[in-house]
């Protein structure tokens, strides 16, 4: 089945650790996202590639970082610097000239 | 820039009534519009999207949206909610990016909550 993938469901960190999220896409989509969502607050944008090796950064980059060496994949590093990182992470992804985003199932990220 | 408004944070309906959900948007050119919707601790579920043409759209699990360009608004409607559709809904606009790429960046609204009575 085609979709996307998001790894771990639940992921706990200490305060001061850097933490990687995954996310793979088997749509052959070329355009891939990361929002952050927090309770009343919607989606938002945190970094975006439209291609293997570019990414731009969202509305709230700061504390994140991201690689896209594969089309397939693109993962999000939370940092040690973002200072308020407990939310639920979702990925999402979109064909060529299409505006429509796929969402995955979501990690839920927890500082302890 | 553009915006999404969604005015009511929770909505409650008893099952088999009609159901409006509320989306407005500030948007200079003419807006892609999206509604989603959301289970607890799921992933966002497209339910429909207007891109151009008849401007009311139909989509999965019996729910149609209307485009007022009049009113800025994109309501979501369904004439018989089912105890299933109790749910978090998302209103969004979106934007093409820089030369018509494949990139189109998303702003959401806030969320409707919708709970369904027995």
């Known amino acids: 089945d085609g979709g996307i993938t998001q790894s771990p469901k639940y992921l706990f960190r200490k305060e001061g650790q850097n933490v990687t999220l995954s996310c793979e896409q088997n749509?052959?989509?070329?355009?891939m996202y990361w929002y952050r969502q927090d309770p009343g607050q919607g989606l938002r944008l945190i970094y975006y590639s439209q291609i293997v090796n570019d990414f731009q950064k969202g509305d709230i980059a700061e504390g994140y970082s991201v690689s896209r060496e594969k089309k397939e994949s693109f993962p999000l590093t939370v940092t040690s610097a973002q200072k308020n990182p407990t939310a639920f992470y979702l990925c999402?992804?979109?064909?060529?000239?299409?505006?429509?985003?796929?969402f995955g199932p979501g990690t839920r990220l927890t500082v302890l | 820039a553009q915006s999404v408004t969604q005015p009511d944070i929770h909505i409650t309906v008893s099952e088999g009534a009609s159901l409006e959900l509320r989306c407005n948007y500030s948007y200079g050119a003419t807006p892609y519009l999206f509604w989603y919707v959301q289970s607890p601790g799921q992933g966002l579920q497209l339910l429909l999207k207007?891109?151009?043409?008849?401007?009311l759209v139909q989509g999965i699990k019996g729910f149609e949206a209307e485009f007022k360009r009049s009113q800025s608004s994109f309501n979501l409607r369904k004439p018989s909610v089912h105890w299933s559709d109790a749910a978090e809904y998302f209103c969004?606009?979106?934007?093409?990016?820089?030369?018509?790429?494949?990139?189109?960046?998303?702003?959401f609204g806030q969320g409707t909550i919708l709970t369904v009575h027995p």
């Open positions: 207007y891109f151009s043409g008849d401007t």
């Open positions: 749509l052959n989509h070329d355009a």
């Open positions: 969004a606009v979106g934007t093409r990016g820089a030369g018509g790429t494949s990139y189109g960046k998303l702003t």
């Open positions: 999402a992804s979109s064909g060529r000239a299409l505006m429509t985003q796929y």
